[in-house]
């Protein structure tokens, strides 16, 4: 007997391979959404953000192209569709060959049992072929249960893919609804945000045209205004204010000074009435800038260089006074410390001590400040100087150095060639020349550090008391109190 059998291996790679190749996700992983009550898309939550116009319309673009080759599972759902068929098919063609073979069991047995009672009756040479065919037919019963085992096998598998395809299509399908929705909820999302874009566009415009109208308004305004002071020719009523405002400061400033001079005249009088045995007496103006020189009252009265001289400072309510260390010349020349408080000179002739007094507090140089503030906004504060002695020895040479005040360090340099440069520590000591004739209001002595010492000649004695004034202050940002050797800081410091 021939044994049939049907091969499935081409209807089953068929039914495999009816997967679209056209298919492509657009990423390896679930779009970045929720699905709440009624299968309602739901987008999440992000942080908002203000992209530009380009990049908004490439990103909506992009998404639009990746929503169309999503819908491309349609194909899949099809070739799913495609193989639940065939499973189909598959299943009832098995049902065919399981009543085929039920029918080949019917005709065996039958045949077995004619087979057996021909058996009885025959003898000799035919009962041998009939047991022959007995065992042929037994043989025939054995392969056909193995064919029934084998056709039970293969319809359990069949049963199983059409399950899975049955299973595969569904998924498929509900896949299909929730790109279809996505891809709904996403068209209303770029439509959302092209109206967002055009809305944005229209305002800008709006805007841009509103201060184009404004800027041409102020523009003819400027220009009424132009013409209108140029017809007129003349200045305005707040220049003519201003005007006489400044003139207002300047005659002031002016009482103001004529009735210090007065006070200090009326003081000094005061003082050679009460002293008019004094045999010495202070000459120069007692303003930060000058210089003050102890001079005889009398012709017969000696000269101050043969006698002991030390200079102080007073305090303005006269109960403290300091001594100015190294101020033991006949001429003595202000700084910035010595501003609003007394100066003194005690002279030591033999056993005998004189003081002499200035008749008021030292008087701020005029200008002084404004100019100080001036420098302190300039990057870099340089001044011209001439290096008239280094560690208290004479220097005969008169090239022009830079000293260079920063923020925090001083420099001192000729030419590209640095000669000191230090940071503000309290080693660092800085305070006019105490003493050395007329000179002395426009030098200065810098201590860069110990063992290093220069005096420095400035053009004026405004760029001397500026240069020290801004020392001190970037020393003190610094939390250093620069001063003079064995200075205290100044007082109400």
Request: proline residues 3%; contains cysteine; neutral net charge.
């Amino acid at each position: 007997m021939t044994r049939l059998s049907r091969d499935f291996g081409d209807t089953m790679q068929e039914a495999v391979q009816s997967v679209s190749a056209d298919v492509s996700f657009v990423s390896n992983q679930f779009p970045n959404y929720q699905i709440g009550a009624n299968d309602r898309i739901l987008e999440a939550k992000e942080v908002p953000e203000i992209p530009s116009m380009k990049e908004v319309v490439a990103r909506e673009t992009a998404q639009l192209i990746q929503q169309q080759k999503r819908l491309s599972v349609r194909d899949l759902a099809s070739k799913f569709e495609k193989g639940l068929a065939a499973a189909a098919k598959f299943s009832d063609e098995a049902k065919f060959r399981e009543a085929a073979s039920l029918d080949r069991h019917v005709i065996l047995k039958k045949l077995r049992d004619v087979l057996e009672i021909l058996r009885g009756r025959v003898a000799g040479r035919n009962k041998d072929d009939v047991e022959e065919a007995i065992s042929m037919v037994e043989a025939l019963a054995v392969q056909l249960t193995q064919r029934e085992g084998e056709l039970f096998h293969e319809k359990a598998e069949v049963k199983k893919l059409a399950n899975f395809f049955k299973q595969a299509s569904e998924d498929a399908k509900k896949v299909v609804e929730e790109e279809r929705s996505f891809a709904r909820a996403e068209i209303e999302s770029a439509r959302a945000a092209v109206q967002r874009l055009e809305q944005s566009l229209q305002e800008q415009d709006q805007i841009s045209m509103t201060s184009e109208a404004q800027d041409l308004e102020e523009l003819m305004k400027e220009v009424q205004e132009a013409r209108r002071i140029k017809m007129l020719h003349q200045p305005s009523k707040v220049m003519d204010m201003e005007h006489e405002l400044q003139a207002l400061r300047i005659q002031l400033a002016e009482k103001s000074m004529y009735s210090l001079q007065l006070r200090k005249e009326l003081a000094m009088s005061k003082r050679l009435e009460e002293n008019k045995s004094s045999l010495y007496e202070l000459d120069g103006f007692e303003t930060l800038g000058s210089y003050l020189r102890i001079i005889p009252s009398t012709d017969s009265t000696a000269d101050t260089s043969k006698f002991s001289i030390q200079w102080y400072r007073v305090s303005p309510e006269r109960s403290k006074k300091e001594l100015i260390s190294g101020a033991t010349k006949p001429v003595y020349a202000p700084e910035p410390f010595d501003v609003g408080r007394f100066l003194q000179a005690e002279i030591v002739l033999n056993d005998r001590r004189i003081v002499v007094t200035t008749t008021g507090p030292i008087d701020p140089a005029a200008g002084l400040g404004s100019y100080v503030e001036a420098l302190v906004r300039k990057p870099d504060i340089e001044f011209n100087v001439v290096v008239t002695q280094t560690n208290g020895r004479d220097l005969q040479s008169n090239f022009i150095h830079v000293f260079h005040v920063g923020k925090m360090r001083i420099k001192l340099r000729k030419g590209k060639i640095t000669k000191a440069k230090e940071s503000y520590s309290t080693s660092m000591k800085l305070c006019g020349v105490r003493g050395g004739g007329n000179a002395a209001a426009q030098a200065l002595f810098w201590q860069a550090k110990k063992g290093l010492s220069y005096t420095l000649a400035f053009e004026s004695e405004r760029e001397r008391n500026a240069a020290i004034m801004l020392a001190r202050r970037f020393a003190f940002d610094c939390n250093i109190m620069l001063a003079g050797p064995d200075d205290r800081a100044p007082l109400g410091s």
